[in-house]
DNA sequence: ATGAAAGCGCTAACAT
DNA sequence: ATGTTAGCGCTTTCAT
């Protein structure tokens, strides 16, 4: 059991090469014969041999680590943004390494840190609008950063993401076109989500320019999720008259909103128009009609990640690409 | 900008002293003079001196790396037990390395070999019953395992988790009690999730126990998700009469199962009574009351953690230990 | 095509 | 309490 690790030099000696050879051979870097190769390679399986991707890094100078930062876990959205990374880079040798911030900005710069330590290859990370201490260890980094979900402003680098204003805008237009007038607004946790808060400028600026004025307005300062939604929306229409619309900051708070409906027994959507954001599958399977924005999470994730493999080919430090995909509004998500 | 990245050297020398002095005072590694730790530390902020953990790893033969292996990462379910990884890692200076294995078997031997190249400090495996290659890596991995959410079974070293066939007969014996005799079961991706097929045979035998069949059964080889629920409860029931009560692989697919009965206006739970597992925050939200079984799926991974945590602290290879759980059955989950 | 020497940035072990 | 000497396991560079 256990003994010492095997190494290079194990494998080596197993194939009767010297220490160069065996490594060149292992890793087809040319400049070694088919002899060579299939001896090493058949050693090095035979004796079991796992290479040290540790002592890889530090003789070579770079690391086949990919870092991602975001700001949540369990929230879904992010899942399927990573797993649209991890697809991106299976089969290329390089791995994500992921950090999470909880939407806590000073653990961002932390994270960043952190995972610039490794000397990743690249760094994918969320959003645009990094507090000042983050965002000058992107700028310095000296490696390809990708900043995603948003492409409402300037990247430090490259980014890939959608407009989060004209999205929140294209929903105040539709809404309207559907003759809704007495249109509310709930979200949740905007502090650390600035992607909202945008959605939610561009929403009211596309109402005022209609001349319809929000009905109302309730912002909560915790974080995101259906019991939330089921709460705040209970609240709201207790304050609020007449609301036939209500837009709301993410779809996991516009189904606590449904569930709060269908449990009082109010019509949607016929009494209230409910609208979410991002087009989950969770609303796709809802009993009643919502309307959301369809955004492209797994895209984001797998373009976010060719950018930072293409990038690594060419021994760049930089991406220097923006990426904006087109998002779909559906007035009318579920199956029904 | 860039420039070559500063090394130990630099702060030594910034602070006059040796490299290993150096090296001593940022690890608060003893046998240094405050006065050369003030020293120090403070040349190193000054001059933004950033540790390189690959040599450092290298050199001393262990990381501050743990990794994670777990099904998927889009299941709320894993992003909880991450997160309660993620919580018992902060301030310790270890963090964790996250590898996803969508339920495919290969791809596990495969991302815990990937793993264990990088030498972790401990690992975390998701389940009990791996396949023979992953079993065999565990076993000779050499450094503390904890196998999570399982504890039917013999772990290769530690193990935190629930009893998951207990979990399903207790279900079964409460839903006898409720007077519920048509039960059907609907599941979804069995083959890879074995807590799941443990539930189900534990449910199984405690109907059988009480002399009562199962109505019937539906399984299906997709993965589990909300729609799927609601695809497959519509087939269930149109193949099957009188059922007054379904349990389900998980909460996803029960929330999917009242989908479709809100939308086909089948009472619940008067009518049928629906069951799934985990106790999600999705469904305590619901407007409906819909059973579920309870689990401490954050607990899990802060204890995980904590296991690998005391192992390294003590250099220890191996965890031995084993930690079950409670769970707890609401027949009326939901906010209601 | 192959190999020898040097060194990546750090720490363990052994001085002093 | 501080410094010196050797590596950790691999790759880079430069010979051959």
Redesign the pocket.
């Known amino acids: 059991m256990a003994g010492?690790?095997?190494?290079?030099?194990?494998?080596?000696r197993a194939a009767?090469?010297?220490?160069?050879?065996?490594?060149?051979?292992?890793?087809d870097?040319?400049?070694?014969?088919r002899?060579?190769?299939e001896k090493v390679q058949r050693a090095a399986r035979e004796i079991g041999?796992?290479?040290?991707?540790?002592?890889?890094?530090?003789?070579?100078?770079?690391t086949n680590l990919v870092g991602v930062v975001v700001p949540s876990a369990s929230n879904i959205v992010f899942a399927e943004v990573l797993a649209g990374i991890t697809e991106a880079l299976s089969d290329s040798g390089f791995q994500p390494v992921i950090g999470v911030t909880d939407y806590d900005l000073d653990r961002e710069a932390e994270t960043i840190r952190s995972m610039l330590s490794w000397r990743p290859a690249g760094l994918i990370v969320t959003g645009l609008d990094q507090p000042e201490a983050a965002r000058r260890l992107l700028e310095h980094a000296g490696l390809p950063v990708v900043q995603i979900m948003d492409t409402d402003g300037t990247p430090t680098d490259g980014c890939v993401g959608i407009a989060q204003t004209d999205a929140g805008a294209a929903m105040g237009r539709a809404l309207l076109e559907q003759g809704r007038r007495r249109i509310g607004y709930i979200g949740c946790d905007l502090a650390g989500d600035t992607r909202a808060t945008k959605r939610w400028l561009g929403f009211e600026a596309a109402l005022a320019e209609a001349g319809v004025p929000l009905a109302g307005t309730l912002v909560a300062d915790r974080s995101s999720s259906i019991a939330a939604g089921r709460q705040l929306t209970a609240e709201f229409l207790s304050q609020h008259t007449n609301i036939d619309c209500i837009y709301y900051s993410n779809d996991d708070i516009a189904v606590g909103g449904l569930f709060h409906c269908l449990h009082a027994g109010i019509p949607v959507p016929e009494e209230i128009l409910l609208t979410g954001f991002n087009g989950l599958d969770l609303v796709e399977a809802l009993p009643v009609p919502i309307a959301t924005t369809i955004t492209p999470r797994h895209e984001i994730g797998f373009k976010a990640a060719e950018l930072i493999l293409a990038a690594a080919e060419r021994r760049s430090t930089r991406v220097d690409t923006r990426i904006e995909l087109p998002t779909r509004i559906e007035m009318a998500a579920g199956f029904h």
């Open positions: 010492k690790r095997l190494t290079l030099a194990d494998v080596a009767g090469v010297s220490k160069m050879t065996a490594s060149r051979a292992l890793r870097a040319g400049d070694v014969s002899e060579s190769v041999y796992i290479g040290n991707p540790i002592a890889m890094s530090l003789s070579s100078q770079r």
